[in-house]
């Protein structure tokens, strides 16, 4: 089936991204780039909010994780993304044997 086999690219590439050391250097690039647009002290304040919201003993980690995972995804900006996409293809490229 389609999914099935999606799954099974996706997994592949994976695979050949922590091989070759390239995930390591994509995560890398995504921490440096959120911390430079200031994403990272968006999130921060954004935490901070929440605890002041429902106080800090009202507060775990599950509930922290909750509330800023979406919003996380939502700030990070588009260059950031077209960027790591960029790399991606280009990683695909270079190993076309896949």
Same mark, same amino acid.
């Given at each position: 089936? !389609?999914?099935?086999?999606? #799954?099974?690219?996706?997994?592949? +590439?994976?695979? =050949?991204?922590? &091989?070759?050391?390239?995930?390591?250097?994509l995560?890398?690039?995504?921490?440096?780039k959120?911390?430079?647009?200031?994403? !990272?002290?968006?999130?921060? #304040?954004?935490?901070?909010?929440? +605890?002041?919201? =429902?106080?800090? &003993?009202?507060?775990?980690?599950?509930?922290?994780?909750?509330?800023?995972?979406?919003?996380?995804r939502?700030?990070?900006?588009?260059?950031?993304?077209?960027?790591?996409?960029?790399?991606?293809?280009?990683?695909l490229?270079?190993?076309?044997?896949?």
């Amino acid at each position: 089936s !389609k999914m099935n086999k999606d #799954a099974q690219m996706r997994a592949t +590439i994976n695979q =050949k991204l922590i &091989e070759t050391g390239e995930r390591e250097r994509l995560k890398e690039l995504l921490r440096a780039k959120l911390i430079e647009c200031g994403w !990272k002290d968006q999130l921060k #304040a954004h935490c901070k909010d929440v +605890i002041k919201e =429902k106080g800090l &003993e009202h507060v775990t980690v599950d509930d922290l994780v909750a509330e800023i995972t979406p919003k996380g995804r939502a700030l990070v900006p588009d260059s950031v993304k077209k960027e790591l996409l960029q790399r991606i293809r280009t990683f695909l490229a270079q190993h076309a044997s896949l």
